[in-house]
C-alpha cells in the first residue's frame, strides 16, 4: 500500500491510541446529564482469522464504466477530508493547513471560511445547519458563520478530553466525546447555541469513531470493531447492529466519513490487516439490525468514504485511485472514475462529490 495514501486513516489510529498510555492533568469533570439507558455495556463476537478472510470469496471482481470523467472543481488543498454538501456548495476541511473551504458544486473560485490552527487540534466532524458550519475541533465544538467567518466555542470539555464524529439534525448537534482519563467514550446531544449538553450512550462500543444522524437515531461506527450500533436521539438503550470483525492485535486504518444510512439500510466500509493480508469490505444492515451483508470486499486496497445512488452504493477506493460503485443488494463492483486518491465522499442529484487529498472532484454517480 502506498505510504501517501495512508497517512492521514494512520493519524487517525495513531490519534486514537496513543491516548490509552499518556498522562494527562486532571481537570473539573463536564457537567453531564445522562440519560437512562437499558444497556450501559456491549459484547464483541470476535471471528477468527479464517472467517475473516473468508468473507472476500464474495468478491465478483471488477467492470469498468464508460463514466470515468472526473470534474476538478478545487484544486492545491493539503489533505482535504472531512467535507458535506449544503445550498450549492461543497465545504470541507483541509487537514493539511487548517483551511474551512468551500466551492460551488460546479466549481470556481474557493472561499476560506475559516483558518483553524492544525497544532491546536484536527476537524474529524463537520456539518452544516443554516448559516453555519458545525465542527469538532480538539476538546471543543465550533460553530462558524459562513458569511463572516465568526467562529464561537460552543463546547469545551478541556484538556481531559477530545471531541470527533460529528453529526446535526434541524435541533440537534450530536459527537463523541473521548474521556483521556479514566477512559471513556460517550455519544453526546446539545442544542444548537451549545445548551443543553446531555450523554445519549456511555462507553457503546470499544472506539465509537464516527456518527451520523438519521429519523430520531444517532448511529455510530465503531473504528476498532468495525461494528454499527444507534441510539434513540432521546437516550434509552444503545444497541450493535452488526458483528465484530477485528480481534486484539490487528492493524485497522479507517477511512474518513465510512458510514451513511438510507432508508431503512446502513452502509459502511471497513479495512484491516491480519498477518500482513489486507481485508477491505462494504457493508450492510437495515436499521433493525437483520439481514447483515458483505456487498464487495478484496485483500489489497483500501476503502474510504461511503455514500448511495439509487439502487448502488458508492465507495472511495483510495489504494486504487478508484471511485466503484456496487449494488446495494452486493455484486460484481463497477469503476466510476480513476486516478484520484477518493476519501470523503457524497452524492447530489446525479453527481458523486469527493475530497481527493489535494483536489477536491465529481463525477457522474
Same mark, same amino acid.
Not at 35 to 59: M, Q, R
Not at 284 to 293: E, I, P
Given at each position: 500500500?502506498?505510504?501517501?495514501?495512508? &497517512?492521514?486513516?494512520?493519524?487517525?489510529?495513531?490519534?486514537?491510541?496513543?491516548?490509552?498510555?499518556?498522562?494527562?492533568?486532571?481537570?473539573?469533570?463536564?457537567?453531564?446529564?445522562?440519560?437512562? =439507558?437499558?444497556?450501559?455495556?456491549?459484547?464483541?463476537?470476535?471471528?477468527?482469522?479464517?472467517?475473516?478472510?473468508?468473507?472476500?470469496?464474495?468478491?465478483? +471482481?471488477?467492470?469498468?464504466?464508460?463514466?470515468?470523467?472526473?470534474?476538478?472543481?478545487?484544486?492545491?488543498q493539503?489533505?482535504?477530508?472531512?467535507?458535506?454538501?449544503?445550498? %450549492?456548495?461543497?465545504?470541507?476541511?483541509?487537514?493539511?493547513?487548517?483551511?474551512?473551504?468551500?466551492?460551488?458544486? =460546479? +466549481?470556481?473560485?474557493?472561499?476560506?471560511? *475559516?483558518t !483553524?490552527?492544525? %497544532?491546536?487540534?484536527?476537524?474529524?466532524?463537520?456539518?452544516?445547519v443554516?448559516?453555519?458550519?458545525?465542527?469538532?475541533?480538539? *476538546?471543543?465544538?465550533?460553530?462558524?458563520?459562513?458569511?463572516?467567518?465568526?467562529? @464561537?466555542?460552543?463546547?469545551?470539555?478541556?484538556?481531559?478530553?477530545?471531541?470527533?464524529?460529528?453529526?446535526?439534525?434541524?435541533?440537534y448537534?450530536?459527537?463523541?466525546?473521548?474521556?483521556?482519563?479514566?477512559?471513556?467514550?460517550?455519544i453526546?446531544?446539545?442544542?444548537?447555541?451549545?445548551?443543553?449538553l446531555?450523554?445519549?450512550?456511555?462507553?457503546?462500543?470499544?472506539?465509537?469513531?464516527? /456518527?451520523?444522524?438519521?429519523?430520531?437515531?444517532?448511529?455510530?461506527?465503531?473504528?476498532? @470493531?468495525?461494528?454499527?450500533?444507534? /441510539?434513540?436521539?432521546?437516550?434509552?438503550?444503545?444497541?450493535?447492529?452488526?458483528?465484530? !470483525?477485528?480481534?486484539?492485535?490487528?492493524?485497522?486504518?479507517?477511512?474518513?466519513?465510512?458510514?451513511?444510512?438510507?432508508? @431503512?439500510h446502513?452502509?459502511?466500509?471497513?479495512? !484491516?490487516?491480519?498477518?500482513?493480508?489486507?481485508?477491505?469490505?462494504? !457493508?450492510?444492515?437495515?436499521?433493525?439490525?437483520?439481514?447483515?451483508?458483505?456487498?464487495?470486499? @478484496?485483500?489489497?486496497?483500501?476503502?474510504?468514504?461511503?455514500?448511495?445512488?439509487?439502487?448502488?452504493?458508492?465507495?472511495?477506493?483510495?489504494?486504487?485511485?478508484?471511485l466503484?460503485? &456496487?449494488?446495494?443488494?452486493?455484486?460484481? *463492483?463497477?469503476?466510476?472514475?480513476?486516478?484520484?486518491?477518493?476519501r +470523503?465522499?457524497?452524492?447530489?442529484?446525479?453527481?458523486?462529490?469527493? =475530497?481527493?487529498?489535494?483536489?477536491?472532484v465529481?463525477?457522474?454517480?
Amino acid at each position: 500500500m502506498n505510504n501517501k495514501k495512508i &497517512v492521514p486513516v494512520i493519524i487517525i489510529t495513531i490519534f486514537l491510541f496513543v491516548f490509552s498510555s499518556v498522562a494527562f492533568p486532571s481537570v473539573s469533570a463536564m457537567r453531564r446529564e445522562v440519560l437512562p =439507558s437499558k444497556s450501559t455495556s456491549y459484547v464483541v463476537t470476535t471471528a477468527s482469522a479464517t472467517g475473516l478472510l473468508s468473507i472476500n470469496e464474495l468478491n465478483l +471482481g471488477r467492470q469498468v464504466s464508460s463514466n470515468g470523467s472526473v470534474r476538478v472543481l478545487a484544486r492545491g488543498q493539503e489533505v482535504a477530508q472531512p467535507m458535506a454538501l449544503s445550498g %450549492g456548495y461543497v465545504y470541507w476541511y483541509n487537514l493539511g493547513n487548517g483551511q474551512l473551504n468551500r466551492v460551488n458544486e =460546479s +466549481g470556481g473560485k474557493v472561499d476560506t471560511i *475559516a483558518t !483553524f490552527n492544525p %497544532g491546536d487540534g484536527t476537524v474529524y466532524g463537520l456539518a452544516l445547519v443554516g448559516n453555519y458550519v458545525y465542527t469538532t475541533f480538539g *476538546a471543543t465544538v465550533q460553530k462558524t458563520n459562513i458569511k463572516t467567518g465568526a467562529t @464561537t466555542v460552543i463546547e469545551n470539555g478541556g484538556s481531559n478530553f477530545v471531541n470527533y464524529g460529528l453529526t446535526a439534525s434541524t435541533k440537534y448537534i450530536f459527537f463523541i466525546a473521548n474521556e483521556l482519563s479514566p477512559r471513556g467514550y460517550f455519544i453526546e446531544r446539545m442544542s444548537l447555541t451549545g445548551s443543553d449538553l446531555i450523554t445519549l450512550a456511555t462507553d457503546p462500543s470499544p472506539i465509537p469513531w464516527q /456518527v451520523l444522524y438519521s429519523g430520531g437515531y444517532v448511529y455510530w461506527y465503531d473504528l476498532y @470493531t468495525g461494528q454499527i450500533g444507534k /441510539v434513540s436521539q432521546d437516550g434509552g438503550s444503545a444497541n450493535l447492529l452488526s458483528p465484530a !470483525f477485528s480481534p486484539a492485535s490487528t492493524k485497522i486504518y479507517n477511512g474518513i466519513e465510512p458510514l451513511t444510512v438510507v432508508g @431503512t439500510h446502513v452502509y459502511w466500509t471497513f479495512n !484491516f490487516d491480519i498477518g500482513g493480508v489486507w481485508n477491505n469490505s462494504v !457493508f450492510a444492515v437495515t436499521t433493525s439490525g437483520a439481514n447483515f451483508k458483505v456487498l464487495t470486499s @478484496t485483500l489489497s486496497s483500501f476503502y474510504g468514504g461511503v455514500a448511495a445512488y439509487k439502487s448502488s452504493v458508492l465507495f472511495a477506493d483510495g489504494g486504487n485511485e478508484e471511485l466503484m460503485s &456496487v449494488p446495494n443488494t452486493g455484486g460484481t *463492483a463497477k469503476i466510476l472514475a480513476s486516478g484520484y486518491e477518493f476519501r +470523503g465522499l457524497a452524492v447530489l442529484g446525479a453527481s458523486a462529490y469527493s =475530497s481527493a487529498d489535494d483536489d477536491i472532484v465529481s463525477a457522474k454517480a
